[in-house]
Every structure is written in structure tokens, then in C-alpha cells.
Nanobody, 114 residues
Framework: QAQLVESGGGLVQTGGSLRLSCAASGSILSFNSMGWYRQVPGKQRELVATITRRGSTNYADSVNGRFTISRDNAKNTVYLQMNSLKSEDTAVYYC????????WGQGTQVTVSS
């Protein structure tokens, strides 16, 4: 039932910044947690960052200190601020919402030039 729409992806040079947005069709507080994942063709989808209903956050070691997950409950939107981008951050980034079930957005491409 839930719909998630990512936006904000694009091309950025190494060391640059980008902010991704994930707009949900309903209140994001209806979910136990939300998060961002990324995937490169031929590789496993990996967790990037999560935020719980209570607001606690977790980050993958590879992005900790560079990425920040946040939310705007009034806008039903979750963000991923990506700073100090590296070429290895290049991937399709997916928004995820977890409640009784798990929901995914369509993904947005992030490309970091070398």
C-alpha cells in the first residue's frame, strides 16, 4: 500500500555533496523504521543508513561521518545528505520503509566521477 518516491540523484564530482529525498504517500511515523540502501549491478544491495520511529539512526561504516539521514515528519519525507562523496559511492540508491511489511522506492542513480 505504501508508495515511496526517491529524488535528488545525479552526477557529482569526487568530494562533492548531494541530498536525496524520499517522499512517502502517508505519514512516515506509521513505519517502524525507514532507511536508504544502495546497489551496484552484480553486487548485493547494502544498507546505508536507517532511522527509527523514535529517531535513532544507524550508518554503514563506509558512510559514517559523511552521510546523514534525517526526516521531516510534516512533509512525510526522509532525506540522505551525502558529503565528501567518493567514487565507490556510485550506485542506485533505494528508499525503504519497514512496518508489518517492507516497501521500496524505484531508486535514484548517484554517480560520483573519479
Amino acid at each position: 500500500q505504501a508508495q515511496l518516491v526517491e529524488s535528488g540523484g545525479g552526477l557529482v564530482q569526487t568530494g562533492g555533496s548531494l541530498r536525496l529525498s524520499c517522499a512517502a504517500s502517508g505519514s512516515i511515523l506509521s513505519f517502524n523504521s525507514m532507511g536508504w540502501y544502495r546497489q551496484v549491478p552484480g553486487k548485493q544491495r547494502e544498507l546505508v543508513a536507517t532511522i527509527t520511529r523514535r529517531g535513532s539512526t544507524n550508518y554503514a561504516d563506509s558512510v559514517n561521518g559523511r552521510f546523514t539521514i534525517s526526516r521531516d515528519n510534516a512533509k512525510n519525507t526522509v532525506y540522505l545528505q551525502m558529503n565528501s562523496l567518493k567514487s565507490e559511492d556510485t550506485a542506485v540508491y533505494y528508499c525503504n520503509a519497514q512496518s508489518i511489511g517492507s516497501y521500496w522506492g524505484q531508486g535514484t542513480q548517484v554517480t560520483v566521477s573519479s
